[in-house]
């Protein structure tokens, strides 16, 4: 087959890994060629990538980032943009098109195989693990242990001046970046977008703690999260020019209302892009190897509209409309056990 690969949405550890896999099972298991499209759908647009080898992808295995570049763009987004990404295709004589990307990315995918624009596989890739149908994005892994680290070194920091961190993580809707990371790290509070805060009862716990005894605090804030209604007065949002909400820097108005409500010093640190950076972990480069080379299958198996998902340690294909557009949220099982070591 002549296959078309991309990397759309936000950048993530494990991406060449994914192409890496797609390129050896194709062309060295198949006898196949696969076409890499740059910069996400937006290559496809203007019919802009390259013919991808096995050397090519060599080293790529724990390199971060993509090799093809990504975007937020999608055809829809232009008057004339299905037509040319279809006259794309065409021109390159794909058979069927593997799209790497997050809810976004995969959105369009389903659209496009829908419109009869391409046949495509999806391989779900978020460091927000908020993808349905599948147990585990590839990325997430890494984004944990980066931030789980940097919580590690906090602590010392923390007890050595008597301070209470408040240190922000990604995770636009669902918190399982701070839900995972503050469990590992061994924080002492953690906000997420799903459980509505109350400052009140969050200054109320730290206070209690540092009583006790407890002279170093560590609260970790998913970007997303937000306070119950009437508790803190929030700025109006802003949105960027793909109608997303603009996100970061709630930790400096809790660590704001911590300071002034317990009088503790308070310190802000902002992990922000140094999630989704460097190298991926090994779990997430074996996750990764998995989903390319069964994207490669679904595609031979004839199974186009499907996404790889991870399920109880297996992959398996399932229905793209069934995974996107549905946020997959922290379980209450995991929040209850996270609440456990909360003061």
């Known amino acids: 087959m002549r296959l078309g690969v991309l990397t759309g949405g936000g950048d993530c550890p494990g991406l060449n890994a994914v192409i890496r896999a797609v390129v050896r099972r194709e062309v060295k298991d198949f006898g196949g060629e696969v076409f890499g499209f740059y910069d996400g759908w937006r290559g496809v647009v203007e019919n802009r ?5 096995v050397l090519r992808l060599r080293g790529t295995l724990p390199r971060g980032g993509t090799i093809l570049g990504t ?14 990404a279809k006259a794309a295709i065409a021109d ?11 809810d976004g990315t995969l959105s369009c995918a389903d659209r496009i195989s829908d419109d009869g624009i391409a046949k495509v596989i999806g391989v779900p890739k978020t460091i927000d693990n908020d993808i349905a149908g599948t147990e585990r994005t590839f990325g997430f892994d890494t984004a944990v242990s980066i931030a789980t680290e940097a919580i590690d070194r906090l602590h010392t920091t923390a007890e050595s001046h008597d301070r209470i961190m408040v240190v922000e993580v990604m995770g636009r809707h669902v918190g399982h970046i701070a839900a ?6 061994g924080a002492t509070m953690t906000l997420i977008p799903e459980e509505p805060f109350d400052i009140a009862e969050v200054c109320d716990a730290l206070t209690s703690r540092h009583r006790s005894g407890k002279f170093a605090s560590i609260v ?8 119950a209604p009437g508790t803190i007065d929030m700025p109006e949002p802003q949105f960027d020019q793909y109608g997303h909400q603009k996100l970061g820097g709630i930790a400096h108005v809790v660590a ?5 409500r317990t009088g503790y010093e308070t310190r ?36 186009f509209g499907h996404m790889v998902a991870l399920r109880a340690g297996e992959i398996e294909a399932v229905d793209l409309q069934d ?7 922290v379980s209450p099982t995991l929040w209850n056990t996270a609440q456990v070591f909360f003061p």
């Not at 390159?92 to 997050?102: C, Q, S």
């Not at 995972?180 to 790290?185: E, V």
């Not at 995974?323 to 949220?329: D, V």
């Open 268 to 303: 802000v640190t902002i992990l922000g892009h140094t999630q989704r950076g460097g190298t991926p972990t090994a779990f997430d480069r074996v996750l990764c190897s998995r989903f390319g080379v069964a994207a490669v299958d679904l595609a031979h198996d004839k199974k």
């Open 256 to 260: 704001g209302e911590i300071g002034v």
């Open 180 to 185: 995972w990371a503050g469990l590992a790290g």
């Open 71 to 84: 975007s937020r763009d999608n055809p829809y987004m232009h008057d004339d943009g299905p037509a040319q």
């Open 323 to 329: 995974a996107i557009g549905k946020p997959k949220y």
């Open 220 to 227: 970790v804030v998913a970007e997303g999260a937000t306070p």
């Open 49 to 53: 990538g390259e013919w991808l080898s």
């Open 92 to 102: 390159r004589g794909l058979d069927a098109l593997i799209v790497i990307g997050g």
